[in-house]
Structures are given as structure tokens and as C-alpha cells.
């Protein structure tokens, strides 16, 4: 059991738990350093091969699951109903004419950049905040929320089992963020097909919107490394910033090594994308461009609970796909928050914002999901515009 904290749990430098026993995790990130890869080299580079077909039309990819998986989420069954949504959607995406490419938001999808570091627990008193199941424990209290690096070994076995349930079954590829910059390093491996390194911790991972500075370690991280990696982009992004980021990202690599994940809201994607896909001249036509509707459209209902509408998130596609489309670029695919469960996190209209009735069926350990049929629509709506239906 960690030991009582003696500093204040909080978050440092680019959103980096303190952890509560840094001698402990020091012989935890050995430990890591020595356990096999947990996805293979070959199937990474085969990823950025199929990626590169992308960006000539010929593909179209779905990155989606948890916003926070929990590691009960690496049972087989979990893993197996979240592979089959996927796949759903994925034959729903073959009308486009373009051959799918799943990448869940799964086995390994365990830590979270959050806004805030601290919130009310239920006696009243402030506790840190949930950081993802690889650093703390969802319970509302002081002593779970304690950042516990053996949490790190256990991700690295959840993932483990999640990724054993995905390879059983078809193509589909794991993704997270690769935000805990210690537990990633510990994953790197030499890459044999590629030369250089690997991240072994995933097939593909992103570097989010809070930590995508082009100067920083997350960045420099995915720089090092061989694997496809993503960056998030929002309404906040300069021209310029997107621009340095695809040439330290991109360089010369070949196609489908960088996806650039747009995530600006409806209200802003016209405004701010343009100038982004201009700043990047010949290179807009080498990157994988996806569209996460999301993440720029959470706002919270009356009862303080964080949601999104479906409305919004349906303009926000049409918006990215109409700017591409205007710059003769393709547009990659989508990036969502779903779960196969038939939760109640996501609205259809601004209406349901108001005070009603609670909504029961509201799990998600952070943001708020699309459920199987919300999914179905966003995706069906994608393929209606790619096919210009
Ligand atoms: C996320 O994908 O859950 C997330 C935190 O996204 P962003 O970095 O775009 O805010
Ligand atoms: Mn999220």
C-alpha cells in the first residue's frame, strides 16, 4: 500500500502525476523496461502503410472507445462487444467505397489530462481529481485518488489482456493517449522493420490538445518514435504551431505516420481550420485528417453534468469535411467517445440541456459517450457526406 502522501498530490509540468512513491516507481518503470512489447513492431509499420492509402482515398478510419477505459474494461467480453461495435460501424463506412480501419480507444486507454486539479468529494471535502485508472482510483476519496505507481504495472496487464481478446478476433488496432511520459519511455523498444524505436504500448498513439507544444516532451516523444502517431488540434491551434508540428512530426516520413485530429467545435471549425490546412501547403495532402466532433462541443446541462449534443457534433463533421473538401484534401475519418453500453451521456438537442429529469444512465469515468445508435448516426452522416449523398 503507498505510504501517507506527504506532498499535495497535484499535477506538474505537462500534466504529469506526482506520484506518491517515486522510490517505488523507480522500480516499477524497471520492471516495465524489461517486460516484452505489448503490440509488435510489424503490425505498427503495416498500420502506418494502410494509413498512407488514406490520404489518397482509398481508406477511411474509425478511432473510437472510452474517453477513460477502467481496467475492468480489459475482461475478454468488454473487449470483444467494443471490437464488434467497432466492426458495426466499420461495414456501415465500407458504403463510402473506402475499406475501413478500426483503432480502438482501448487497451491501454488509462490515463486522463484533466482541467482541473482538484473537485469536491461527496463528504464535501477537496480531493484530487480522477486521473485515469493508471495513475489513481475513481472513488471519491482523498486516500484512493493518492496517484499509487503500481498502477502503471497494472496497466501494463490490463493492456496485456485486452490486447490478447483483440488479437483473437479481426483487424483491429489499440490506441491511447500517450500522455504518462514515464510509463511510455518504459515501453520503447527497438523497432526491426522500421529501424530506430517503437512504442510498444499501442499500435498508434496521440498526443492530446494540452500537451501537443511543439517544443515539449510529448511532442519529442512522438518524434522519437517509429509507430503512427496523432495530435490533437483545437480552436486554440496557430497556423504556424500546426505547421512546426507536422514538419517535426511528418518530415520526410512517409504518408500515414501523422494523423492530425481536429477537434475545434462547430461554432469554430469554418473559422479556424482553413487557415490551419493552408499553413500547411503540400504537407495537408500527406496527413491523415480526422475529425473528433467531441471534444470541442462538451458543454454542461443544467443539473452541472458534462455532455455534448448530438446536433452540434453532426454540424462539426459536415463543417471539417466541407473545409476539406474546399482545399482538396480527404477527409481521414472520424475520432469519437463511444461505448457499445446504451448509456444516456450524449443528447440529441440543445432542449435536453435543460433542468428535466436526471439522466440514469450516465457511467462514463470522464467524458460523456456516444451510445450504439448516436454512434451509428455520426458514422452514417460521415458516409453520407464522403459519398455526397
Ligand atoms: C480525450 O481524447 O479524451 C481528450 C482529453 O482530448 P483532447 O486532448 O482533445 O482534449
Ligand atoms: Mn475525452
Known sequence: MPEIMTAVPDLVGPYQPIWSRPDVLRGILHSLRR??????????????????????????????????????DSAPERVRA?????????SRLRRTGRAPILVGRLAGQYAKPRSRSVEIG???????????DAVNDRTPTAAARRPDPHRLLLAYSHAARGLRTLASGRTTYASHEALLLEYERALVRPDPIRGGVFASSAHTVWIGER???VGGPHVEFAASVSNPIGVKIGPGVDPAE?????????????????????RMGADRIGERLPPVV??????????????????????????GLKTRVMRRMTEEV????????????????LHLEMTPDEVTECVE??????PGPARSRYRSACDPRLNPAQAIALVERFTEVLTGA
Request: hydrophobic share 40%; charged share 25%; aromatic share 4%.
Open 349 to 354: 438537442n440543445c432542449a435536453e440541456l435543460g
Open 278 to 303: 493552408r499553413a500547411l501547403g503540400e504537407d495537408a495532402a500527406r496527413v491523415v485528417w480526422l475529425s473528433d466532433p467531441m471534444h470541442g462541443n462538451t458543454v454542461r446541462s443544467a443539473r
Open 82 to 90: 467494443k471490437a464488434a461495435q467497432l466492426h458495426e460501424l466499420g
Open 242 to 262: 500546426a505547421a512546426a508540428l507536422v514538419s517535426r512530426l511528418a518530415g520526410t516520413r512517409p504518408p500515414g505516420r501523422l494523423s492530425l485530429i481536429v
Open 318 to 333: 459536415e463543417r471539417f469535411c466541407a473545409v476539406l473538401h474546399r482545399h482538396r484534401v480527404q477527409p481521414g475519418g
Open 122 to 132: 461527496d463528504d464535501g471535502v477537496e480531493i484530487p481529481v480522477y486521473l485515469g
Open 35 to 72: 517486460l516484452p512489447p505489448l503490440v509488435e513492431a510489424e503490425d505498427c509499420a503495416r498500420l502506418t502503410d494502410e494509413l498512407a492509402t488514406v490520404t489518397r482515398g482509398e481508406s477511411v478510419v474509425l478511432q473510437a472507445g472510452d474517453c477513460a477505459e477502467l481496467f475492468t
Open 211 to 213: 500537451t501537443r507544444d
